[in-house]
């Protein structure tokens, strides 16, 4: 079994907050990130199956890079995520951000199978999601 990673860019805005929360539970929760700012994200996907033996590729990562670009850099990028269809009713942690890229993706690769979704917010802070329930 072969695993194979493409990694994609977008820039994205958001406000983490709760409407049902008061101002201060928001601020004394979500800190600063209760404010109106963006990252530039990075998220890499990452498919596992087998060499096919006519491409001797596992997938082609450029039908992988159009996959991503088309059901979720489409979706994503110069957004504010507080208001994509993707997250209606969600707060647009990374946690939850994630699992809806997973959802998106995952009936639509071709000849392999969804391993994980890992999504950079920042340099310093990611989350990877396996399909774990
Ligand atoms: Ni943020």
Known sequence: MLYLTR??????AHRLWK??????K???????CSN???HNYVVEVTV???????????I???TLSRIIRENIISNLDHKF??????????????ENLVLAIWDELKDKIPDA???SVKLHETENNCVEYKGEK
């Open 7 to 12: 990694r994609e860019k977008f820039s994205a």
């Open 19 to 24: 409407d049902s929360f008061s101002q201060e």
């Open 26 to 32: 928001n601020e004394d929760i979500y800190c600063e």
């Open 36 to 38: 109106f700012h963006g």
């Open 48 to 58: 596992k199956g087998k060499i096919n033996p006519e491409s001797n590729f596992v």
């Open 60 to 62: 082609n990562l450029k």
């Open 81 to 94: 995520l507080n208001d994509i269809e993707m997250l209606k009713g969600k707060i647009p942690t990374s």
């Open 113 to 115: 199978e969804l391993f």
